[in-house]
């Protein structure tokens, strides 16, 4: 059974800052790796997925894997009001068929 | 483009309430569905998924069923509401690149 957690589990940050949300999970045989992000009210929106060690970046945002110490996180780069959200990271396993995991969230508010 | 679109947008049900909700995907031929459901502010729990017509696994049992009477629909339902059933219930697909495209969902109060 995957065990999917993330950290901090709210985060408040002024505007142009730096922000690291990080995501750890149980299952070392896991492929497929998502950040989601979600609005207040809205249905939650893919950020970026990552599916092999190392960085990935798109715009502002980073994403980091590191299979070995169980561990994915996302960088958001000058962060922006409009950031502020709910943050979920998502896992797959190689063996999980359609199942995918989502982290307990982190809530990120950008004070502008 | 595909559209994923899911009804109603939001129910008020007493306890011990019927429910269905639906969901319908067009511009995508057999699509793999998903169920999931939200607490408020919380993780999103896998319920459902489906690969095709008439076939349906249940990943938590919530005391809810679910069913894919046709290609681009999915439904989400319940004899007896319970007041845990309160939530968000999106539905969602995949392509083949594995991202999951929620719908904008439905918001469940049960009082």
């Known amino acids: 059974q995957q065990n999917v957690q993330q950290s901090p589990e709210s985060l408040i940050v002024p505007e142009g800052a730096r922000t690291s949300l990080n995501c750890t999970f149980s299952?070392?045989?896991?492929?497929y790796f998502w950040w989601y992000r979600q609005h207040s009210g809205k249905a939650p929106k893919a950020l970026m997925?990552?599916?092999?060690?190392g960085e990935k970046e798109e715009g502002r945002f980073t994403i980091h894997l590191n299979k070995a110490s169980l561990h994915f996180s996302l960088h958001i780069r000058d962060s922006q009001p409009s950031d502020s959200a709910l943050y979920l990271c998502a896992v797959r396993g190689r063996n999980m068929g359609y199942k995918l995991t989502f982290g307990t969230g982190t809530s990120l508010l950008v004070d502008p | 483009a595909q559209t994923i679109h899911q009804w109603p947008v939001a129910e008020i049900k007493a306890v011990g309430s019927p429910l269905s909700l639906g969901c319908t995907i067009k511009g995508k031929s057999s699509p793999n569905l998903y169920w999931y459901w939200q607490a408020t502010g919380g993780t999103l729990q896998q319920l459902f998924y489906s690969i095709t017509v008439g076939q349906v696994e249940s990943v938590v049992q919530l005391n809810l069923s679910a069913s894919r009477p046709k290609d681009d629909q999915f439904i989400l339902s319940t004899e007896k509401l319970l007041l845990s059933h309160s939530g968000f219930y999106l539905c969602a697909w995949h392509p083949s690149a594995e991202t999951l495209y929620f719908g904008s969902g439905t918001r469940l109060t049960v009082l």
């Open positions: 997925s990552i599916f092999s060690n």
């Open positions: 299952d070392s045989a896991s492929q």
